[in-house]
């Protein structure tokens, strides 16, 4: 919702909002644009009156200014209506889809076409290291956007992607999530399927061709061009993945690689190489789902990894927040257990053997509501220690799903107690990786700052 405010301004309108707990970078970045924006959810909020409200998906029956907008007659209409209304209608509309990587992958998408001089608009749940802020209007015709499954408005129970009716669709994964929205995976992948609907026949879905459940989803009705991309050898690229089909894209890696450096395989032929600041096997895969997408806007393979050599990341997305005492502190939004444990496994490529303390606050609805908890010491296996933020109304019991980790878990019942944990443990020459889909109380700042004050 601030991307979608930023573009309201930068369109030519007055925006002001509501909302809580706000927290960097968007906050900041908000008031940069000299949007209002105001804490809580009151009728005040609807004064002066608006022309319209724009209503994002935290909003629901029963809230004051809720229940005062319906009284009012005011017009309204959600985000994603309103985008799609007001900005999507002319453009050519990349969209990237899927549980994990889908705002790396987006601004990698935006970087490329800016490199060749497309100067797309963009809608980005995250701010790229490459753009001062997460959305903008850009230029005609091409719009770049993270495209989310969850629902609309307490008004439109739809998933939020079918609204933008892309040309160019990337296709991820798929786990499950959102438990607070779908009952089961099948209903995700129903939502999925929908969005592909939309697509027109002459677009193009680039998939990625290792996961079985988007391959059900293809299999549901398709009716646009396919491209399928995976990491794979290069003697596999044209032998036929388990999403149904051949692969288009791939990489070849060297062994040991920790995914900095790789050749992009169209077809099984080199035709670029990759070589950029970021680690993990799971970006090799967001980059050639980028790389593809670029190329049905028309930017060549070759083209496209060259400008991913100048990409710088995403924020909170394994972020360095600072090193203080000799200890790195990194933020990053990790919070499914494949995201957990991809993110450690990237970071682990990184510094080999030394010391990695986890620390992670289960946030989201479906971690509060414990539908991850058989499958979360695994995921956090990779750290040499582990510590789980656990207030009294979590739901469920973290020291016991921490068990299989053994000596190497601690669970903390306040931020207190957390940050006094690990003001103890920390040493010089370890890694913390503090993981949050929130601002996390501030703990990245209060630990450096603790950190500091000790060296």
């Given at each position: 919702?601030?991307?979608?405010?930023?573009?309201?301004?930068?369109?030519?309108?007055?925006?002001?909002?509501?909302?809580?707990?706000?927290?960097?970078?968007?906050?900041?970045?908000?008031?940069?644009?000299?949007?209002?924006?105001?804490?809580?959810?009151?009728?005040?909020?609807?004064?002066?009156?608006?022309?319209?409200?724009?209503?994002?998906?935290?909003?629901?029956?029963?809230?004051?200014?809720?229940?005062?907008?319906?009284?009012?007659?005011?017009?309204?209409?959600?985000?994603?209506?309103?985008?799609?209304?007001?900005?999507?209608?002319?453009?050519?509309?990349?969209?990237?889809?899927?549980?994990?990587?889908?705002?790396?992958t987006a601004s990698m998408l935006a970087w490329i076409l800016e490199d060749a001089g497309l100067s797309?608009?963009?809608?980005?749940?995250?701010?790229?290291?490459?753009?001062?802020?997460?959305?903008?209007?850009?230029?005609?015709?091409?719009?770049?956007?993270?495209?989310?499954?969850?629902?609309?408005?307490?008004?439109?129970?739809?998933?939020?992607?079918?609204?933008?009716?892309?040309?160019?669709?990337?296709?991820?994964?798929?786990?499950?999530?959102?438990?607070?929205?779908?009952?089961?995976?099948?209903?995700?992948?129903?939502?999925?399927?929908?969005?592909?609907?939309?697509?027109?026949?002459?677009?193009?879905?680039?998939?990625?061709?290792?996961?079985?459940?988007?391959?059900?989803?293809?299999?549901?009705?398709?009716?646009?061009?396919?491209?399928?991309?995976?990491?794979?050898?290069?003697?596999?690229?044209?032998?036929?993945?388990?999403?149904?089909?051949?692969?288009?894209?791939?990489?070849?890696?060297?062994?040991?690689?920790?995914?900095?450096?790789?050749?992009?395989?169209?077809?099984?032929?080199?035709?670029?190489?990759?070589?950029?600041?970021?680690?993990?096997?799971?970006?090799?895969?967001?980059?050639?789902?980028?790389?593809?997408?670029?190329?049905?806007?028309?930017?060549?393979?070759?083209?496209?990894?060259?400008?991913?050599?100048?990409?710088?990341?995403?924020?909170?997305?394994?972020?360095?927040?600072?090193?203080?005492?000799?200890?790195?502190?990194?933020?990053?939004?990790?919070?499914?257990?494949?995201?957990?444990?991809?993110?450690?496994?990237?970071?682990?490529?990184?510094?080999?053997?030394?010391?990695?303390?986890?620390?992670?606050?289960?946030?989201?609805?479906?971690?509060?509501?414990?539908?991850?908890?058989?499958?979360?010491?695994?995921?956090?296996?990779?750290?040499?220690?582990?510590?789980?933020?656990?207030?009294?109304?979590?739901?469920?019991?973290?020291?016991?799903?921490?068990?299989?980790?053994?000596?190497?878990?601690?669970?903390?019942?306040?931020?207190?107690?957390?940050?006094?944990?690990?003001?103890?443990?920390?040493?010089?020459?370890?890694?913390?990786?503090?993981?949050?889909?929130?601002g996390f109380g501030g703990l990245h700042e209060r630990l450096l700052g603790e950190l500091a004050a000790?060296?």
């Open positions: 919702m601030g991307g979608v405010a930023a573009i309201a301004r930068a369109a030519g309108h007055r925006v002001s909002g509501s909302d809580r707990n706000v927290y960097p970078p968007m906050s900041t970045q908000l008031a940069a644009l000299g949007i209002e924006l105001t804490e809580g959810f009151g009728p005040e909020q609807l004064t002066p009156r608006p022309d319209v409200v724009v209503v994002g998906n935290v909003c629901s029956r029963g809230m004051p200014v809720v229940e005062a907008l319906l009284e009012s007659g005011i017009p309204y209409s959600s985000g994603p209506e309103w985008l799609a209304r007001e900005v999507l209608a002319d453009r050519w509309v990349l969209a990237v889809a899927g549980t994990h990587g889908k705002t790396t797309p608009g963009f809608l980005i749940g995250g701010i790229p290291g490459n753009f001062p802020v997460s959305a903008r209007l850009g230029e005609l015709p091409f719009f770049v956007i993270e495209a989310d499954e969850y629902d609309t408005a307490f008004f439109d129970k739809r998933a939020k992607f079918v609204h933008y009716r892309p040309r160019t669709l990337v296709l991820n994964n798929l786990e499950y999530d959102h438990a607070d929205i779908y009952p089961d995976l099948a209903a995700i992948e129903r939502q999925f399927n929908h969005l592909l609907r939309t697509v027109p026949a002459s677009g193009r879905v680039l998939v990625n061709g290792g996961d079985a459940n988007l391959a059900r989803v293809l299999a549901q009705g398709c009716w646009s061009g396919v491209e399928r991309f995976a990491r794979a050898p290069v003697a596999d690229a044209s032998a036929g993945a388990g999403a149904g089909g051949a692969l288009q894209w791939s990489a070849a890696l060297a062994e040991d690689g920790d995914g900095s450096v790789f050749t992009v395989l169209c077809a099984g032929v080199p035709c670029g190489e990759v070589r950029w600041p970021l680690i993990g096997l799971h970006n090799v895969d967001n980059a050639l789902a980028a790389i593809g997408a670029a190329r049905h806007a028309g930017v060549t393979p070759e083209r496209a990894c060259a400008a991913l050599a100048d990409f710088s990341g995403v924020r909170r997305r394994l972020e360095l927040r600072g090193t203080a005492a000799g200890v790195r502190v990194y933020d990053d939004f990790a919070h499914h257990p494949t995201a957990i444990a991809t993110t450690l496994e990237g970071l682990r490529r990184r510094v080999g053997r030394e010391r990695i303390v986890a620390v992670l606050e289960p946030r989201s609805h479906t971690m509060r509501a414990g539908v991850h908890r058989d499958t979360l010491a695994a995921s956090l296996s990779g750290a040499d220690s582990v510590w789980l933020y656990a207030p009294a109304d979590l739901g469920w019991d973290a020291a016991s799903a921490m068990t299989a980790l053994g000596a190497r878990a601690h669970v903390a019942r306040d931020l207190e107690a957390l940050l006094a944990g690990l003001g103890g443990e920390l040493r010089a020459g370890d890694h913390a990786l503090l993981m949050s889909n929130g000790r060296a």
